[in-house]
């Protein structure tokens, strides 16, 4: 089955920094990869599909890059609201869908 | 607006059955494939199980295969998950999730259920 690799595993931030994250597929997904946000008791939110394109209402500091294997996740000046935990997920052909292990973003 | 709300979690000894439900409203349910992801406590998410919209194609994860079964009533708009055999390892918060076409993300999620497998 197909392996994501996400790093790194957690990181510190302060408010307008910039963040990158990135996931690896272990073969190549094309642009089938997806970006969720996950708060501390909540269902995760789709941020980002097909690798760079920005779900409705998601505010234009998210941006996501790559295709093939190699994936980013870039919040371009971190806010408030931005501190959870980011999961990649590939939806290459047919299942099973994976996750990456998640990425916990937290405040320095 | 679309909803997803799950229910039927709750204490089960190793070993015992649960059957989740997913009520689904604000969208043609029949129209999508529909999915259950799992997260045991305090770790990253899984991916459970998928069927498509008419149940003609269905999946599950090598780790629950034989032991749940997915299913759907298009005519109830809700997706259930049958879980028997469960163990320690099945604990954690079940949500699901619709799929959208061919890129196959999802852009729906339910609020959740969780399941406790514990004696």
């Known amino acids: 089955d197909m392996q994501m690799t996400q790093s790194p595993s957690s990181l510190s931030a302060s408010v307008g920094d910039r963040v990158t994250i990135t996931c690896r597929a272990s073969?190549?997904?094309?642009?089938?990869l997806n970006w969720y946000q996950q708060k501390p008791g909540k269902a995760p939110e789709l941020l980002i599909f097909a690798a760079s394109t920005l779900q409705t209402g998601v505010p234009s500091r998210f941006s996501g890059s790559g295709s093939g294997t190699d994936f980013t996740l870039t919040i371009s000046s971190l806010q408030p609201a931005d501190f959870a935990t980011y999961y990649c997920?590939?939806?290459?052909?047919?299942?099973?869908?994976?996750f990456g292990q998640g990425t916990k973003v937290e405040f320095k | 607006e679309v909803q997803l709300v799950e229910s039927g979690g709750g204490l089960v000894k190793p070993g015992g059955s649960l059957r989740l439900s997913c009520a689904a409203s604000g969208f043609t349910f029949t129209s999508y494939t529909m999915n259950w992801v799992r997260q045991a406590p305090g770790k990253g998410l899984e991916w459970v199980s998928s069927?498509?919209?008419?149940?003609?194609?269905?999946y599950y994860a090598d780790s629950v295969k034989g032991r749940f079964t997915i299913s759907r009533d298009n005519a109830k708009n809700s997706l259930y998950l049958q879980m028997n055999s469960l163990r320690a390892e099945d604990t954690g918060v079940y949500y699901c999730a619709r799929e959208m076409y061919a890129l196959s993300y999802f852009d729906y999620w339910g609020q959740g259920t969780l399941v406790t497998v514990s004696s």
């Open positions: 073969q190549s997904i094309s642009n089938f």
């Open positions: 069927i498509s919209s008419s149940s003609s194609y269905i």
């Open positions: 997920q590939q939806t290459y052909s047919i299942p099973p869908w994976t």
